[in-house]
């Protein structure tokens, strides 16, 4: 079967890095999505794994390794703003997204 | 500057009344899909519609339908609304190709409570 695991929850400090994990088992496999979601906001897009390797666009990260079925995104100086749920989603074999039921981060001051 | 529009935020329906959510986008995405959003999952894809008038099943179809007569309007029809179908709906667009397909814009969601 189709399978994407996160933590459901994660707790770091304003000012600090945080990584959030994800491994996937698919069939097939064509890249790695990230979506961002505040509370009772809509998901937004973050990023986008296809090849091996770290991704950096300004303070935040994604990481894949295809090999390792596991992706991670990486949070650097964290800001109250970050707190909010990080979805990971795989596209499988027919391009369709599995989705990961979400990883709600809470910065504390 | 919105860009995907969820015509009702929050809706309460009885048991086996007909429910309508529509959903507008103003991006000329050919795309469109409906997901439902619950506490512990994934979300789910419902249905999906990569062009006028066609539509295509996702994972949970059952119990839904959906319309899409403009390019711009894909609307998700609960026939007979049961308690099981209360969620979060998310409506979402994407121009078409296999990566930019699943690019998506989402709606800021509805959310349907049924008594």
């Given at each position: 079967?189709?399978?994407?695991?996160?933590?459901?929850?994660m707790?770091?400090?304003?000012?600090?890095?945080?990584q959030?994990?994800?491994?996937?088992?698919?069939?097939?496999f064509?890249?790695?999505?990230?979506?961002?979601?505040h509370?009772?906001?809509?998901?937004?897009f973050?990023s986008?794994?296809?090849?091996?390797?770290?991704?950096?666009?300004?303070?935040?990260?994604s990481?894949?390794?295809?090999?390792?079925?596991y992706?991670?995104?990486?949070l650097?100086?964290?800001?109250?703003?970050?707190?909010?749920?990080?979805?990971?989603?795989?596209?499988?074999?027919?391009?369709?997204?599995?989705?990961?039921?979400?990883?709600?981060?809470?910065i504390?001051? | 500057?919105?860009k995907?529009?969820?015509?009702?935020?929050?809706?309460?329906?009885?048991?086996?009344?007909?429910?309508?959510?529509?959903?507008?986008q103003?991006?000329?995405?050919?795309?469109?899909f409906?997901?439902?959003?619950?506490?512990?999952?994934?979300?789910?894809?419902?249905y999906?519609?990569?062009?006028?008038?066609?539509?295509?099943?996702?994972?949970?179809?059952?119990?839904?339908?959906?319309?899409?007569?403009?390019?711009?309007?894909?609307?998700?029809?609960?026939?007979s609304?049961?308690?099981?179908q209360?969620?979060?709906?998310?409506?979402?667009?994407?121009?078409?190709?296999?990566?930019?397909?699943?690019?998506?814009?989402?709606?800021?969601?509805?959310?349907?409570?049924?008594?």
């Amino acid at each position: 079967g189709q399978n994407i695991d996160q933590p459901t929850e994660m707790t770091a400090t304003e000012g600090a890095i945080v990584q959030i994990n994800c491994t996937y088992q698919t069939s097939g496999f064509n890249g790695l999505f990230w979506y961002q979601q505040h509370a009772g906001e809509a998901p937004t897009f973050l990023s986008y794994n296809v090849l091996d390797g770290l991704e950096e666009k300004g303070r935040f990260s994604s990481f894949l390794s295809r090999s390792k079925g596991y992706s991670y995104l990486l949070l650097k100086e964290l800001q109250m703003k970050d707190s909010a749920s990080y979805l990971c989603a795989a596209m499988d074999s027919n391009y369709q997204l599995i989705w990961g039921a979400g990883t709600k981060l809470i910065i504390k001051p | 500057d919105v860009k995907v529009t969820q015509s009702s935020r929050y809706l309460v329906k009885r048991t086996g009344e007909k429910v309508f959510l529509e959903c507008v986008q103003d991006m000329d995405h050919e795309n469109m899909f409906w997901y439902r959003q619950d506490p512990g999952l994934g979300l789910r894809l419902i249905y999906f519609s990569y062009d006028v008038k066609m539509k295509e099943k996702g994972d949970i179809p059952e119990g839904y339908s959906v319309s899409r007569e403009k390019k711009e309007r894909f609307s998700l029809i609960l026939e007979s609304a049961s308690t099981n179908q209360t969620s979060m709906y998310l409506c979402a667009s994407s121009h078409s190709g296999e990566v930019w397909a699943n690019v998506l814009t989402f709606g800021a969601g509805s959310r349907l409570t049924v008594l």
